[in-house]
């Protein structure tokens, strides 16, 4: 079972930076992809940043050039920087693992809230 934990979240001012962390309990050289969500109140959760094993990293169109995602597989974490926040950035931000294990299965971590005040 992988289990994964967020932290980072908070309040801050638009304008602020925050950055997030996703510790792992596997290695995070044996996931397919790993990527951070978020999910404001009434809207759907959408993807805010991705990365496969590979390295290669995708973007949501309202964080590019905002947001930069990263990991260290030594200390197993993967981190989002997010920059020039703004108040639609509020939301709950998910850390999202894909492995291999006879398929592709995902894992979910539990959240941390990200609030940007205007």
């Known amino acids: 079972q992988v289990q994964l934990v967020e932290s980072g979240g908070g309040l801050v001012q638009a304008g602020g930076s925050l950055r997030l962390s996703c510790a792992t309990s596997?290695?995070?050289?044996?996931?397919?992809?790993m990527g951070w969500y978020r999910q404001a109140p009434g809207k759907q959760r959408e993807l805010v940043a991705s990365?496969?094993?590979?390295?290669?990293?995708n973007y949501g169109d309202s964080v590019k050039g905002r947001f930069t995602i990263s990991r260290d597989n030594a200390k197993n974490t993967m981190f989002l920087q997010m920059n020039s926040l703004k108040p639609d950035d509020t939301a709950v931000y998910y850390c999202?693992?894909?492995?291999?294990?006879?398929?592709?299965?995902?894992?979910w971590g539990q959240g941390t809230q990200v609030t940007v005040s205007s």
């Open positions: 999202k693992a894909v492995i291999w294990r006879l398929g592709l299965v995902d894992y």
């Open positions: 596997g290695s995070i050289s044996s996931f397919t992809t």
């Open positions: 990365i496969t094993s590979g390295g290669s990293i």
